[in-house]
């Protein structure tokens, strides 16, 4: 895709510092470096979002992750976790129309990253949530 920062990363137009890389995924270090080590994993190939993967790529990017967090693990000991993040449309935080992954290392509480969820728990039913249930799992029947 012609304005696609990440295209142009893979082609070689803008400089990256390279983490991993094999025929259909690279990882880099992301610019904003969260905490140390904060690397994004994409495909190669454009692919917009997690909507837009075929099974097969998608099966073949996700599975570099693990291989890219162990030797995250093995570069800075002093991780004690690791957050993978991936926003998927403006709605939900993405803001590079290229599917990414963020491999974000975790050191302490404070480390300047941090995810909160509301409870909703008392919103809900067990008729309400079993609506839910079948309406989803209806779609993958």
Sequence with gaps: MEDCIF???VA???PCH????DELVLAFLDISQVTPGHTLVIPKQ???DIFAYED???GQVFARI???ARAME???PDMKGLNIVNNNR???YQSVFHSHFHLIPRYHKEDGFGLTFTNHQADYDAESLGQIASKLSNQLS
Excluded: M, N, R, S
């Excluded at 390279?18 to 890389?21: D, I, P, R």
């Design 7 to 9: 295209c142009k990363i």
């Design 12 to 14: 070689g137009e803008i």
């Design 18 to 21: 390279k983490v991993y890389e």
């Design 46 to 48: 454009h692919v917009t």
């Design 56 to 58: 097969d790529l998608a």
């Design 66 to 68: 693990p291989k890219i």
């Design 74 to 76: 093995q570069a800075f």
């Design 90 to 92: 403006p709605l939900a």
